[in-house]
T-cell receptor, first 111, second 117 residues
Framework: AQSVTQPDIHITVSEGASLELRCNYS??????LFWYVQSPGQGLQLLLK??????LVQGIKGFEAEFKRSQSSFNLRKPSVHWSDAAEYFC?????????FGAGTTVTVRA | GAVVSQHPSWVICKSGTSVKIECRSL??????MFWYRQFPKQSLMLMAT?????????EQGVEKDKFLINHASLTLSTLTVTSAHPEDSSFYIC?????????????FGQGTRLTVV
């Protein structure tokens, strides 16, 4: 079964600074990869997804992610974070139609 | 995107009672729904896969008699926590998948906070 690893448990970033969240996946011929965001006490919202094609994926809220097969990575980036970006972020991989989630990265935004 | 509605958002129940959580796909048909459990500061753990008109498939370690899942229609799946105990207190999230041109995408409910006292 495929799996994902999020190496960073917690990241603190200043408002206006850039943000990068790391995600590594286990080998799979054609991984379907996702990034979700979760605000406290809420469900998950899809930021972006990669199925095939262009390896740079644009998502909502100004986020993008780049699929790099050579590094087995699908890192999430945002050029300039806003205070509202403080949340929990989950990387996920499709596992035979079921999603397997990474441990999550908590993002704190300081003024 | 598609909307998945989960009800209730939070519930407090007494130990020994049963609690039912509903998950509805509002604007699409979901042949498959998924139930997750999330402990504080942790990731989502898949509990079971719910297929319309058939028995749910439970993940290893999940008690099927404890967590009853029913998927009676293409828009509704329910999770019933039977004889709830304080250790069942958790955040439960459902999701439903829709197929778009051969690709799949999952949409999540807003979650249900269960507290057993």
């Amino acid at each position: 079964a495929q799996s994902v690893t999020q190496p960073d448990i917690h990241i603190t970033v200043s408002e206006g600074a850039s943000l990068e969240l790391r995600c590594n996946y286990s080998y799979g011929a054609t991984p379907y990869l996702f990034w979700y965001v979760q605000s406290p006490g809420q469900g998950l919202q899809l930021l972006l997804k990669y199925f095939s094609g262009d390896t740079l994926v644009q998502g909502i809220k100004g986020f993008e992610a780049e699929f790099k097969r050579s590094q087995s990575s699908f890192n999430l980036r945002k050029p300039s974070v806003h205070w509202s970006d403080a949340a929990e972020y989950f990387c996920a991989v499709d596992n035979d139609y079921k999603l397997s989630f990474g441990a999550g990265t908590t993002v704190t935004v300081r003024a | 995107g598609a909307v998945v509605s989960q009800h209730p958002s939070w519930v407090i129940c007494k130990s020994g009672t049963s609690v039912k959580i509903e998950c509805r796909s509002l604007d699409f048909q979901a042949t498959t729904m998924f139930w997750y459990r999330q402990f504080p500061k942790q990731s989502l753990m898949l509990m079971a896969t719910s297929n319309e008109g058939s028995k749910a498939t439970y993940e290893q370690g999940v008690e099927k008699d404890k967590f009853l899942i029913n998927h009676a229609s293409l828009t509704l799946s329910t999770l019933t926590v039977t004889s709830a105990h304080p250790e069942d207190s958790s955040f439960y999230i459902c999701s439903a998948r829709t197929t778009e041109q051969g690709n799949t995408e999952a949409f999540f409910g807003q979650g249900t906070r269960l507290t057993v006292v």
